[in-house]
């Protein structure tokens, strides 16, 4: 295909933690990784096992998959599996197999009168997944998981309320290795929802999905003013959609999109924020989501779908206004598109890939016109990503890159499985110990009854443990612990559960540790530093949003058909207002302080639900629209 976009390979992410196995050890580990995918499919599609069995075999051959694929120190990275990995490996395969054979009794002994064994045991799988967790994570979560253990021990020594008799270590490490503990929601969720759908977006990477969403992107807005800032927009959304990953998107679509900005005059810091906030836009793009969705319908107890669907409106008010704000700042800078012939033709695209998009038309037919499940929507996704991808001798899968699809579709989850499964670790101590209710007590306390402050000390929790922690975790802990503050106080719990989920999301470009923006600071040459304030200025609108879930729920479609519609309109022209305040251009002309002035109450005003603050804001938008249009009309006349 003619001027066709070459994406560079790359691994940035995995190479930084990765070893690099070869020969037996390399066959050995892509083999159990082919394995660990067929039974997922094989199990969630034709023949169903026991919940407890699934999350075992589930964790277990994560455990394994990590313990020979990262390596215990970086220095060790270019070295195959060590003694202690082996070591390890047969402790937790014990481990997994001791808890099925004895899934029976152990129902009936956990927290009641468990054998030596079951403590060993259980003292092998958290040990085992708290090392999983440091390797592929960090010391973060692992050293959060051990203080709650810790707590769930020596709560008698914890002064306050805080405090609680203590358990010993029989009761605690017999209830951490169940069904309400590491074997909770959240690797129930990954074992069964999460799983597929990484599966699906490796599957759908491996026919060159992502090089047809980039080029498409790129054929669609390239040619227009800002048009590869345009395109990262674009192309990050879609493949964000399905990789639900902020920093493997940057990676993935980055290392195209800002190379583009820049060339055309966008500085670096600014096509570095550009690609770090559409890349983390992906997080909160229907129909898939990132994975900590899937667990937010398990936690709140409805239909994936319901999710998906409350995330349209927000979804769209975030990317229209960075759509809207690169715009501007093209206009400001006078820059132009790309030349056409430079670009692929869009459709010449269509026509060589656009049946890559099928899969995806698939799964979201699946799941709102049949309304199957999300497991039967993933299963069918994969399967038409198979079946498509032989219209075309390009984008077939012959059995080599079946199987490479197979073993990456296991690795990409890897990392996801080992925090979900210590996550759980602190989500069954808080349900032991009674914490949960009583963190949720202090927040109540400690903000006086005030729902903003309440929020805003919410957003900062959220924000604070997502610089550390993956966005499934940062979500999981502070949906455990403030969620429930803020359903107390008269949150539909829907609204609490997403105000949680947008911040643990923003997480990855909000300063001081921006994971999404410092990964795009390296493409694009510039100081990370720079590229995630700068992120924070372009995607600011996103602050904005989840304070809206909560005073007007009708942007998540909780209300009536009118109260839905005046909520999105209002909220899209409000964000339009936000993007020319914050850019300062508006109407194809510098905007003065007063007017950026006027241009942010009136955001702010039409953004938050009301009547009477909507007439306000459209009031002052006609306002700053007369103004400079009189303006413009004068230097017009003087000129001519």
């Not at 045991?121 to 085992?128: H, T």
């Not at 192309?235 to 399905?242: A, C, N, P, Q, T």
């Not at 929790?461 to 106080?489: D, F, H, K, R, S």
Request: aromatic share 10%; hydrophobic share 55%; charged share 10%.
């Amino acid at each position: 295909m003619a001027n066709q976009v070459e994406t560079p390979k790359t691994d940035v992410v995995e190479n930084k933690k990765n070893r690099t196995l070869t020969g037996v050890q390399l066959t050995l580990f892509t083999s159990i990784a082919v394995f660990m995918s067929l039974f997922h499919i094989y199990v969630l599609g034709f023949s169903p096992v026991t919940p407890w069995v699934l999350y075992t075999i589930h964790l277990g051959l994560g455990a394994v998959l990590i313990l020979m694929n990262y390596p215990m120190r970086k220095s060790k990275i270019n070295q195959g599996i060590t003694v202690i990995d082996w070591i390890l490996i047969a402790a937790v395969t014990f481990a997994s197999g001791y808890l099925i054979i004895e899934m029976d009794e152990l129902v009936y002994r956990v927290g009641v009168a468990p054998t030596q064994m079951d403590l060993v045991v259980s003292v092998i799988l958290i040990g085992v997944v708290l090392e999983v967790t440091r390797r592929t994570t960090g010391l973060v979560l692992p050293i959060l998981a051990l203080l709650f253990i810790l707590y769930a021990n020596l709560g008698e020594f914890v002064p306050g309320f805080m405090g609680h008799r203590g358990y010993d270590w029989d009761r605690i490490l017999s209830y951490l290795n169940s069904l309400d503990a590491i074997f909770s929601v959240p690797i129930g969720a990954s074992a069964s929802f999460v799983f597929l759908f990484i599966l699906f977006g490796s599957f759908l990477g491996g026919t060159g999905g992502s090089q047809f969403f980039i080029n498409f992107a790129i054929g669609a807005t390239g040619a227009r003013r800002g048009g590869p800032a345009k395109a990262a927009v674009l192309s990050s959304s879609l493949f964000g959609s399905v990789s639900g990953n902020s920093v493997a998107n940057v990676v993935s679509t980055g290392v195209f999109t800002i190379p583009l900005m820049k060339k055309i005059g966008y500085p670096s810091r600014y096509a570095g924020a550009v690609e770090a906030v559409a890349s983390t836009g992906g997080q909160i793009m229907p129909p898939i989501l990132g994975s900590a969705a899937f667990i937010m319908a398990q936690l709140v107890g409805v239909p994936y779908l319901n999710i998906v669907a409350a995330s349209v409106i927000p979804a769209l008010l975030y990317f229209i206004t960075v759509f809207v704000m690169i715009d501007l700042q093209a206009a400001k800078l006078g820059l132009k598109g790309m030349p056409k012939s430079t670009l692929p033709n869009l459709k010449e695209v269509m026509k060589n890939e656009g049946h890559l998009f099928i899969p995806l038309l698939v799964l979201i037919f699946v799941m709102t016109v049949l309304k199957a499940s999300p497991i039967k929507a993933a299963i069918w996704a994969i399967a038409s990503t198979i079946i498509v991808s032989s219209f075309k001798k390009q984008t077939r899968l012959n059995l080599k890159k079946f199987i490479v699809c197979l073993a990456d579709g296991a690795k990409s989850a890897l990392g996801m499985i080992a925090a979900c499964a210590t996550a759980g670790l602190i989500i069954g101590v808080l349900n032991l110990t009674g914490a949960g209710l009583k963190f949720a007590s202090v927040i109540i306390s400690f903000s006086g009854g005030s729902l903003a402050l309440a929020l805003i000390l919410t957003m900062c929790a959220t924000v604070i443990l997502g610089m550390g922690l993956p966005t499934t975790a940062a979500y999981l802990i502070t949906a455990a612990v403030v969620a429930p503050a803020l359903v107390q106080m008269g949150v539909p719990m829907l609204a609490a559960h997403m105000f949680v989920f947008y911040f643990a999301c923003l997480s990855a470009f909000t300063p001081p540790v921006a994971l999404a923006a410092f990964a795009a600071a390296g493409i694009a040459d510039a100081k990370p530093m720079q590229v995630a304030m700068t992120a924070v200025r372009i995607g600011i609108v996103a602050f904005i949003i989840p304070f809206v879930f909560v005073y007007g729920p009708a942007i998540l479609l909780i209300g009536s058909t009118g109260e839905i519609i005046l909520a999105t309109i209002s909220a899209l022209l409000g964000a339009v207002a936000l993007a020319s305040a914050v850019e300062g251009w508006f109407l194809r002309m510098k905007a003065n302080v007063v007017i950026r002035g006027l241009l942010l109450t009136s955001a702010l005003l039409l953004i938050v639900p009301g009547i009477a603050s909507d007439a306000i804001g459209v009031v002052l938008v006609l306002i700053s629209a007369s103004y400079q249009l009189i303006t413009k009309t004068k230097k017009e006349t003087i000129v001519a």
